[in-house]
């Protein structure tokens, strides 16, 4: 899940989560995929930040990583994950102790972008 401020990139520009509309096209990690469901959510949050990009979502939240799916929970700084700019190494990881407008995302190959990132909810 990621917060409701999270820019998803669609065909033509940008939409941030909370503006999705279900069964549109936005990025996965092999280009558009197709956005089957999106639901909403309270969830306690982690900000995961490299050199360049920076995103807020739920412990559950998996990441591609070079060694397989990651858990934001689990991400650790070095750990290598993969962006819109190749993989890069986490900076930091921190729990943030407080509960935000949280939205998960189910796409037909089970990838999207995410404020740069590229997550999935395939956990491996």
């Known amino acids: 899940m990621v917060a409701k401020d999270t820019v998803i990139p669609i065909n033509n520009g940008f939409y941030t989560v909370d503006k999705l509309n279900p069964k ?24 995961v930040i490299t050199d360049h990009f920076e995103v807020t979502v739920s412990a559950d939240q998996h990441f591609i990583t070079e060694s397989g799916p990651k858990a934001a ?9 993969y962006t819109s700019n190749g993989y890069e190494p986490v900076s930091s990881v921190s729990n943030t102790e407080e509960i935000y407008d949280m939205f998960y995302v189910a796409t037909q190959d089970g990838t999207f972008q995410a404020n740069g990132f590229y997550l999935t909810n395939n956990n491996g």
């Open 24 to 47: 549109q096209d936005i990025y996965g990690a092999d280009g558009l995929t197709f956005l089957s469901r999106i639901d909403y959510a309270r969830e306690y949050g982690i900000i």
């Open 73 to 81: 929970s689990k991400l650790v700084a070095g750990d290598e994950i």
